[in-house]
């Protein structure tokens, strides 16, 4: 009778595993991008407090300082070429 009741349990809860395991994978999906860089000059030494700047597929120009490490970043870019 113990394992009637397992098996009816089993089968109740066996189709609602696909739900609690795929819907984890898909969270962290976003319709945006990051794109990151360094600024060095030609012999490698990095460049702080350089301007650069980005056109992304929205047409509107974005701009970025670099950081003390050469570093600038572009967030919450849309896919586009």
Same mark, same amino acid.
């Given at each position: 009778? =113990?394992?009637?009741?397992?098996?009816?349990?089993?089968?109740?809860?066996?189709?609602?595993?696909?739900?609690?395991?795929?819907?984890?994978?898909?969270?962290?999906?976003?319709?945006?991008?990051?794109?990151?860089?360094?600024?060095?000059?030609?012999?490698?030494?990095?460049?702080?407090?350089?301007?650069?700047?980005?056109?992304?597929?929205?047409? =509107?120009?974005?701009?970025? =300082?670099?950081?003390? =490490?050469?570093?600038?970043?572009?967030?919450?870019?849309?896919?586009?070429?």
């Amino acid at each position: 009778m =113990q394992i009637h009741g397992y098996a009816i349990r089993l089968l109740i809860l066996l189709p609602l595993l696909p739900l609690t395991v795929c819907p984890g994978s898909a969270v962290g999906q976003t319709p945006s991008g990051t794109l990151r860089g360094q600024v060095s000059d030609p012999s490698g030494a990095v460049i702080p407090g350089a301007i650069v700047s980005a056109t992304p597929a929205t047409g =509107q120009t974005r701009t970025a =300082q670099t950081n003390g =490490q050469g570093i600038y970043e572009f967030g919450g870019l849309l896919p586009g070429r």
